[in-house]
C-alpha cells in the first residue's frame, strides 16, 4: 500500500490502469444480442455484395448497344419482352431492342447490360422509348462492389454498432465471436446513505452514485452486480469486498477512500493485501480516486462526491472495461471548443468540469454546466461533456479554446492524449 498520498498526473493514472489490464475470454454471441459488445475476431466477406449485377432503379434492362444514337429528335422504341421484381430472375435473354422491365435489386437479366430509368422513358402499351444512348454498364450495380469475396469489412476490437450488425447479417453470421462482459461489483458506502425508495431522515441522503454508475456501465453494454449501500464499518466492507473480488473482474465502491475518520476502504485495500497502483490524482474534481488491484480484480476506489465519482468512473473504469473487452478505443474522443463564458477559477490541478458541448454553424462551443463543485450531482445531468483545463493555469476567458471529453459516444479513440 502506498503510504504517503503522493499525486500523480491523470495521464500516468490512466496508464497505470490499462497496463493492468488483461483480455477477458471470448464467447459467441447471438446476432440478435451482439449490439455494443467488441468484435473478437475480423468480419470477412463470405460472398461479393451485392451477389449479382443487378438494377439500383426501378426501370428497364436494355443492350446499350441498341440504344446508339437515340435523341430527343429521333427516340428509339424498345419491346418489353418480360416483367421482374427484385427476387425473381427473368429466363429471357434481352435480344435485339428488346427490354425487361426490372425492378430495385432484380439481377440483370442475360444479354441486357444497361438500365433506362423508369423516369427516362415514355410508355407505351408495351413499348417504351428513350432518348438518350446508354453507356455499357450505364445505372447498373455490379457485383462485389460493395465487397469482394474474402475481404475484411470490420477488424476485430470493433464495437458492434448498427452498420456491423448489418454486415453480420449480410453474410450470414447468425454469431459472432464477442469478448465476454467484465463481471462487475458495485457497493456504495457511507452511513449517510438511504436507497432511492427511503425517505430522507436527518443528516441522510439517497444513494446516487449506485444507479449513477449503474447506468455508466450500462451505457457500455455491461450489467454490474448490486451489492447494495454499505455503512461506514471497516469490517462489515472488508468480508463485502473480499467476497466480490472473488467473484468478479472488477468491484466499483463509490466513498470512504479519501482521509477521513470513516474512510475505510484504504484500510480494506491493505488487509486484501491489494496493491494500489494509485491513490491520489492531480485532478479536480476526484483527486482521491483510488484504483487498486488484488487476485486479478481491479477495485476501482470512487469518490463519493457524485461528480467525483462520474468522472473517476469515465477516466479510469472506462477504458479499462473496454480494453477487458478488446476494444481498440478504449478512450473518450476529444475536441476543440470555444469557451462561451469566463471561467476565471485557477486550476491547480487538471479541471474535469461538467459541461455542456453544443457544435453551430460557426464552430463548437462548450460551456460548464451549472453548478460545478465535485459534490454537484445536477451538472452531471446538465451536462454532455467535460471541459479540461490543465493544471497550473488560471484566467480561462470566454473565446478561449479549450480541450473538451465528449461523453456518451460509441466510437472512442485509441489514445489518451491529454495530460
Ligand atoms: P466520501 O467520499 O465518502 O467522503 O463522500 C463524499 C461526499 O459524497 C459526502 O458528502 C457523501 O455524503 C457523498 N456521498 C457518498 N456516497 C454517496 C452516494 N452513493 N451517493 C451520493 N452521494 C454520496
Ligand atoms: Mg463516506
Redo the contacts with the bound molecule.
Keep these: 500500500m502506498v503510504e504517503k498520498r503522493q499525486p500523480i498526473p491523470v495521464k500516468e493514472a490512466i496508464e497505470r490502469v490499462m497496463k493492468r489490464v488483461t483480455h477477458l475470454s471470448k464467447e459467441m454471441v447471438p446476432l440478435e444480442e451482439a449490439y455494443g459488445r467488441i468484435l473478437a475476431e475480423p468480419v470477412r466477406a463470405s460472398h461479393h455484395v451485392p451477389p449479382f449485377d443487378r438494377s439500383p432503379y426501378d426501370g428497364f434492362a436494355v443492350r446499350s448497344v441498341d440504344t446508339k444514337g437515340a435523341s430527343g429528335d429521333s427516340r428509339l422504341s424498345f419491346r418489353v419482352i418480360d416483367h421482374i421484381g427484385a427476387g425473381s430472375v427473368s429466363t429471357c435473354t434481352v435480344g435485339a431492342r428488346e427490354a425487361v422491365r426490372i425492378m430495385t435489386g432484380a439481377p440483370l437479366p442475360d444479354g441486357a447490360d444497361a438500365i433506362v430509368m423508369l423516369e427516362q422513358t415514355v410508355i407505351t402499351g408495351d413499348r417504351f422509348t428513350i432518348r438518350k444512348p446508354f453507356e455499357p454498364l450505364e445505372n447498373v450495380s455490379l457485383k462485389g462492389e460493395d465487397a469482394q469475396e474474402g475481404e475484411i469489412i470490420v477488424e476485430a476490437g470493433t464495437f458492434i454498432h448498427p452498420g456491423v450488425i448489418a454486415v453480420l447479417a449480410t453474410f450470414g453470421y447468425g454469431q459472432v465471436k464477442a469478448a465476454k462482459k467484465p463481471v462487475v461489483g458495485l457497493l456504495?458506502?457511507?452511513t449517510?446513505?438511504v436507497d432511492v425508495s427511503e425517505p430522507l431522515e436527518p443528516g441522510k441522503?439517497?444513494?446516487?452514485?449506485?444507479p449513477?454508475i449503474a447506468a455508466q456501465l450500462a451505457r457500455m453494454g455491461i450489467g454490474c452486480r448490486l451489492l447494495g449501500?454499505l455503512p461506514?464499518d471497516e469490517d462489515a466492507c472488508f468480508e463485502l469486498v473480499k467476497k466480490a473480488v472473488d467473484e468478479c473482474d472488477a468491484v466499483i465502491t463509490?466513498?470512504?477512500?479519501?482521509v477521513?475518520d470513516?474512510?475505510f476502504l484504504p484500510a480494506v485495500y491493505a488487509r486484501l493485501g491489494a496493491d494500489v497502483l494509485f491513490n491520489k490524482v492531480q485532478m479536480r474534481p476526484g483527486s482521491?480516486t483510488t484504483v487498486a488491484y488484488a487476485h486479478n480484480t481491479f477495485l476501482f476506489g470512487?469518490?463519493?462526491?457524485?461528480s467525483?465519482?462520474f468522472v473517476g468512473f469515465e477516466l479510469f473504469a472506462r477504458p479499462a472495461f473496454l480494453a477487458m473487452m478488446g476494444n481498440e478505443k478504449p478512450f473518450l474522443p476529444y475536441e476543440k471548443a470555444v469557451l462561451d463564458v469566463d471561467f476565471p477559477k485557477p486550476n491547480p490541478f487538471n479541471r474535469f468540469i461538467r459541461a455542456v458541448y453544443k457544435s453551430t454553424p460557426s464552430g463548437s462551443l462548450v460551456l460548464p454546466a451549472g453548478f460545478n463543485k465535485s459534490?454537484s450531482?445536477t451538472s452531471i445531468a446538465r451536462g454532455n461533456a467535460f471541459i479540461v483545463l490543465p493544471g497550473g493555469t488560471r484566467g480561462f476567458q470566454k473565446g478561449d479554446e479549450v480541450d473538451v471529453l465528449i461523453i456518451g459516444s460509441e466510437e472512442g479513440v485509441s489514445s489518451w492524449e491529454l495530460n
Excluded at 205 to 210: Q, T
Excluded at 254 to 258: A, D, K, Q
Excluded at 302 to 306: A, D, F, T, V
Design positions: 456504495a458506502t457511507g449517510e446513505l441522503i439517497r444513494n446516487s452514485n449506485g449513477m449501500s461506514d463509490t466513498g470512504g477512500v479519501s477521513g470513516f474512510d482521491v470512487l469518490s463519493g462526491n457524485p467525483a465519482c459534490n450531482v
